[in-house]
């Protein structure tokens, strides 16, 4: 970062940031939206280290199962909707690739409740692609392939609820695999008298899931997603086995598999 850059980031890094200090130094620093989103970036990243520093994720954590979602208050992440809702004000470019990374690479990966995926909904708002590329890597798909591989091996739930509610926004929010699947088995919605409409899922907070071992999808896990106010189910992934050739095409070799790096 420039030396404007750390000095805008560093404020950014107080706890709680003084926002009003904050927009004023925005109005006359004129960072440009490259700037911008390489603070935005950092943030993010400083957010995700937390994350990492808290425990979540380790092994000897505790029972994942054990976990609820629960805001983390006094935190980095705990600030990160207002921070990024602020750097948008300004220009954040929520598409920028800078130094080989933009910042919804990073989102599924912060576990402070649903703040992240509250955060990917706003991103969405304000333009982000949902088939975005890195790399000539699907985002979207490197998520998705998480949500399935990850299933089985989590050691606490609050780091797969948070990847898998930022799952939940981006397919509100279109985002499809190739040839505009989506693999997901969608059931009646009762409410609405049709198939349940995956944009819905925008409204993240208003669904829940649940695992369940079913040898017979291919895999070990099963993911259900529910209606929070009725408890119906209104989605599950189509089974896919993660070694399969099919697989193998659709996502590439899975040693191979870029993704935000977790706690061992």
């Not at 107080?14 to 935005?40: C, W």
């Not at 017979?216 to 119906?232: A, P, R, Y």
Request: aromatic share 14%; glycine share 8%.
């Amino acid at each position: 970062m420039t030396f404007d850059e750390r000095r805008l980031f560093d404020l950014l890094m107080q706890i709680s940031p003084d926002f009003q200090q904050l927009r004023s130094r925005l109005k006359t620093g004129g960072y440009s939206p490259e700037s911008l989103s390489r603070i935005a970036f950092n943030y993010a990243e400083a957010c995700f280290d937390e994350t990492i520093e808290r425990g979540y994720g380790k092994e000897g954590s505790g029972h994942y199962f054990s976990r609820p979602a629960v805001l983390v208050e006094g935190e980095h992440s705990t600030y990160l909707f207002q921070v990024i809702e602020l750097l948008l004000e300004f220009g954040l470019d929520p598409n920028a690739v800078v130094g080989g990374e933009n910042i919804m690479q990073i989102m599924p990966y912060i576990g402070n409740e649903y703040v992240a995926a509250d955060t990917c909904a706003l991103l969405f708002e304000h333009g982000a692609d949902n088939s975005l590329t890195v790399d000539d890597r699907s985002v979207f798909k490197d998520i998705d392939f998480n949500v399935s591989y990850d299933a089985g091996g989590q050691y606490d739930r609050r780091m797969y609820d948070a990847l898998v509610h930022c799952w939940f926004v981006w397919l509100g929010y279109g985002a499809r695999l190739d040839n505009g699947e989506t693999r997901l088995e969608l059931f009646y919605d009762d409410s609405a008298g049709r198939v349940f409409d995956l944009s819905k899922l925008r409204n993240h907070r208003n669904y829940t899931f649940g695992l369940s071992k079913v040898p017979s999808h291919g895999e070990n896990w099963s993911l259900h997603i529910f209606d929070k106010q009725t408890l119906w189910e209104v989605a599950r992934p189509q089974g896919r086995k993660t070694n399969s050739p099919a697989h193998q095409k659709e996502y590439g070799n899975t040693g191979e598999v870029k993704t935000w790096p977790t706690a061992n």
